[in-house]
């Protein structure tokens, strides 16, 4: 049951902070600020709250921050990766090449020794 004395509201309990969260149990009393206990002890700070709560934005904040920051790096390593996949794919043309060429005169040089032979030279 809750009512209102002197200024405070009284609820039915004490002021526990359990896993966090705040239980109420015989003789608790809150102010817009404060929660007492029947002593006039503050148990829990709502500045407290607002202080982790300002907490947690600036959390957010740098993971979003960090968020951005991972996308761009992102971006710039897809680009250095499709610039180095069309530099690999311009090597393996010039190496297709290169072995064609190759290819090409190692036919040439047997033909040669086949004609050489042929003359009994």
């Known amino acids: 049951m809750n009512r209102l004395q002197g200024g405070y509201l009284q609820l039915a309990g004490r002021a526990d902070l359990q896993n966090g969260r705040e239980v109420c149990r015989k003789d ?3 102010t817009d600020a ?4 029947g002593k006039g002890e503050p148990v829990m700070d709502i500045g407290m709250e607002v ?3 300002e907490l ?3 959390k957010i904040d740098r993971l979003i921050g960090t968020i951005q920051s991972l996308k761009r790096e992102n971006e710039s390593l897809s680009e250095k990766l499709q610039i180095q996949e069309e530099k690999l794919a311009d090597v393996n043309e010039q190496l297709e090449n290169l072995r064609a060429s190759r290819d090409n005169a190692k036919a040439r040089i ?3 020794l086949d004609k050489i032979e ?3 030279l």
């Open 34 to 37: 404060n929660v007492f206990t």
């Open 110 to 112: 047997i033909s040669l």
């Open 118 to 120: 042929q003359i009994g």
């Open 56 to 58: 947690l934005e600036q």
């Open 51 to 53: 202080d982790q709560f």
């Open 28 to 30: 608790c009393f809150r």
